[in-house]
């Protein structure tokens, strides 16, 4: 086709335009990337061919008609203008063109293929332009999601001054806008191994482009293909072949969550997460839920709630209960005999003596009840770190809320053994804390709820990670 001229050949159309091919770019089934110079301008073109042929499907004529609609409503400098789009009736081919402008500069591909290396400093300057690209993509109305992110989607021109290139997103052949979704039976587009789970099942959303530019990210840092990397529980596991910093590694671990729940919601959250990274003291170790824990911990970049259950009925609150029973039955009968008829202004005195004993035996019960039906609640955000025992309705908060930035120190102190008299010794259960400033909140302990050391090592380990702060054990060991 080198030299062939497309578009307005016999002069019919208004417009007059016509282009001659210089260059195969690329080819793959039923479609065909040219570069064109525009005989009018005698400007360089991009032109993007849809031919009929044998492997003719419709659904790829509903997506290239779909990026031609998208791409005429844009307009960002960072993206291919729209410039044509007309239909293709030549001896060697029959189909539908594209035509966008032309930008002189290499896929994030052929770069990664030539041998060349990026820094970490370079990634996050390629991944900041590309989210700020998606804010605008995601700020339409419709919101615009690419769906095909990845490194020969991305063009990257040549470094200037002390910036790794300007960073262009192109290739807008899977666009979905939220709007025109597939109803019935969904068309599965991108490319294996940036593509998150929602996306195989024809679920898509802003934040599917997230984890695609993560995985994209992932390639520049680690020079191989995110799906020839080992995955844990449908997580890419990439930390041990990169050479990052713990803050960069973790950030781009919230890029690639499989859960939606727990991945950056927007382009603007994964950006404000870049330029203010969480502290980089990371543990080494990851521990995982312990089989058979009801413990609840819900997590995502910016909140953390851990809600410890009631332990229950255990045979050794038999005891409490019955003295309980006794002891506000005791209580009732001299508050009856106190304030019973006739009513002196003698028996005040007396009556107010029996408050502490009333506090007593209603403390028993709320202990009693706590145990059957209370959960401990603790939940960081932005803002604050609370600490809570809620029973039915009632909740109370203690020690009081304190600043997010204030929490300094994460502190575990396994189970051991101290000396009491006579040498005897004496168990002291472990022990998980959180110190923000002179505030201690501590989730551990018999007075606690939770008395399994390997819950407490889970939720030790999890604290850190999401804190991003090194787990202190006072005991040294």
């Known amino acids: 086709m080198i030299g062939e001229i497309l578009g307005d050949v016999q002069g019919q159309d208004a417009t007059g335009l016509c282009y001659q091919v210089q260059q195969l770019l690329g080819k793959k089934a039923g479609r065909r990337t040219l570069l064109a110079r525009d005989l009018k301008t005698q400007e360089l073109v991009v032109i993007k061919l849809l031919s009929f042929g044998g492997d003719f499907e419709w659904d790829s004529l509903k997506l290239f008609e779909r990026e031609a609609e998208t791409l005429k409503s844009l307009s960002h400098p960072l993206i291919p203008r729209y410039l044509d789009y007309f239909e293709v009736n030549s001896p060697t081919i029959k189909g539908f063109a594209l035509v966008q402008t032309y930008i002189p500069a290499q896929t994030l591909e052929q770069y990664l293929q030539t041998g060349r290396t990026f820094t970490e400093a370079e990634v996050k300057h ?14 339409l109305y419709p919101p615009v999601i690419h769906r095909d992110i990845k490194p020969s989607n991305i063009l990257l021109g040549e470094r200037s001054g002390n910036t790794v290139g300007q960073v262009y997103l192109v290739d807008f052949g899977s666009v979905q806008t939220v709007l025109g979704a597939e109803t019935g039976t969904r068309t599965v587009v991108g490319t294996y191994g940036y593509m998150p789970q929602e996306q195989f099942g024809g679920r898509t959303v802003p934040a599917s482009d997230i984890y695609s530019l993560g995985a994209t990210l992932i390639y520049l840092v680690t020079g191989t293909y ?22 960069f590694t973790n950030w781009l671990k919230w890029m690639i969550e499989p859960s939606l729940e727990r991945r950056f919601s927007s382009a603007a959250v994964a950006i404000a997460a870049l330029e203010k990274p969480q502290p980089t003291n990371l543990p080494a170790l990851i521990v995982g839920k312990p089989d058979g824990s009801k413990i ?6 910016d909140s953390l709630e851990i809600i410890v259950p009631a332990t229950g009925f255990e045979p050794s609150i038999v005891f409490t209960v019955l003295f309980a029973i006794a002891w506000n039955s005791f209580v009732l009968i001299l508050t009856i005999g106190v304030l019973g008829f006739p009513f002196l202004p003698i028996n005040i005195p007396f009556a107010l003596f029996l408050v502490p004993f009333w506090g007593a035996g209603f403390l028993m019960v709320y202990k009693f009840l706590f145990n059957l039906f209370g959960r401990i609640c603790l939940r960081l955000n932005a803002e604050q770190i609370t600490l809570s025992r809620e029973l039915f309705s009632w909740k109370f908060e203690r020690p009081r809320p ?15 053994f101290t000396k009491g008299s006579q040498d005897t010794r004496i168990a002291v259960p472990a022990q998980l804390y959180i110190y923000s400033g002179l505030q201690k909140y501590q989730i551990s302990g018999n007075n606690v709820g939770i008395k399994s050391e390997v819950e407490l090592e889970w ?15 006072p005991m040294g060991s």
């Open 126 to 139: 390629i991944a900041k332009a590309l989210l700020e690209i998606l804010i605008y993509l995601h700020g």
């Open 226 to 247: 995110p799906a020839d990397l080992p995955q844990k529980d449908f997580r890419i596991q990439f930390e041990q072949v990169a050479n990052l910093s713990p803050s």
């Open 296 to 301: 609840q911990l819900t997590k995502n970049w």
């Open 402 to 416: 304190s600043p997010r930035q204030s929490v300094n120190k994460l502190v575990y102190i396994p189970k051991h």
């Open 459 to 473: 939720l030790a380990h999890e604290l850190s990670e999401w804190l991003g702060l090194p787990i202190t054990n």
